[in-house]
DNA sequence: CAAAAACGGTACGGGACGGTATCGTATCGA
DNA sequence: TCGATACGATACCGTCCCGTACCGTTTTTG
């Protein structure tokens, strides 16, 4: 904003910590990364961090809204399961994401300890839920799911299987799981006979 | 089997330790637990752990171990409904366990980084899922399902909401969710109207 | 009673980590 | 040019941890 006296920060340093701290976080967890190996692999100095972040905890945190802003999709294709297989599809490949996926399967245990990143992991899920409830707002305008139906539980059988295989099974999530999911889900809920 | 001479295993110390063991896994994860809390919380010498297990691997695999003889359940209730209802029940009351609930939610992490830990898990999974696959095997029998169904999307399915629900949202399962996710799950692939 | 093994307690070596501090150099605005 | 700040490198402190070793004591078998 006002860049007062003084050399100012290094925007390369900037995305070369963020990036680093998230593949580490990735591959070690919270407590097993440590900041010396993040500033080995953005190659700066520990102290070039710690002028930026006054704890690890917060280091992660930033990280992590970093690449919040790049995701939220908004799809809104005019009809139900356009929209849930362009989300359902958008979350598999977070899955896929080499080092998002693993992220997602160490904030799960992360969470129990760290309020911080429990509390950012909530955010995460409830964003992703809301466009979810949107999708689902449409179609019952559209008549093609009942206007009654148990969301929070619908959502549930959307995303819990594509859940399940990436972190309990540790399977692959492609396209065509992420449709099956979603036209199983349409078999349960649609009120008319969905077009594919 | 044939105690030789000297002082004899203790059994309390047996247990003590598996149990301390599991506690401070589910708290804290492999790499954030210490033999030495486990000692503590157990009541026991170190030393006495190291005399039993060589390394905390190994200390945390038999513990886990021990309690899966607990478990395995072989649910046949003469219909697909009731089959599936105990299962699902039976998975969510695991979840809802304090020390076995929070295990899941780490061991998915750690099994990124211990082979042989993913072992352990995959064990479990796999062991869950075949008692799953012979209720489908019946219900076909029974022509309660089609018998050309995909089988590990239909497993998928059930689990997945329960999982999704415990491990992402951090919300508990009870048993009424168990059976709303059955319920969805045999408006998919039921081919007879199930009896509730 | 004697040998053998388990036990609690303790100490140690070797290493890793979070966070702070310091030093000389580099880069900005005025 | 000068003051102010960022940077890399390094050292440091206090803490924790795995695994091993040793002590004296206790419990069992023969």
Redesign the pocket.
Known sequence: MK????????VE?DRAIHDAALTEYADRGFDG?????VAARA??????I???Y???VDLVISAAYVVAEELAPKPDTGALRGDLVTSTKSLANLMNHSVLGRTMRQVVADAGRHPDLAEMHEGFVKMRRQGTFAAFDRAIARGELPPDIDQELAADLLAGPLFYRHMVRRLPVDDAYAEQVVDAFLAVYATVPSTR
């Open positions: 860049p007062g006296p003084g050399r100012p920060r290094s340093c990364m440590s900041v010396d190996a190659g700066v100095s520990k102290a070039t710690y002028r930026r006054p704890s690890k």
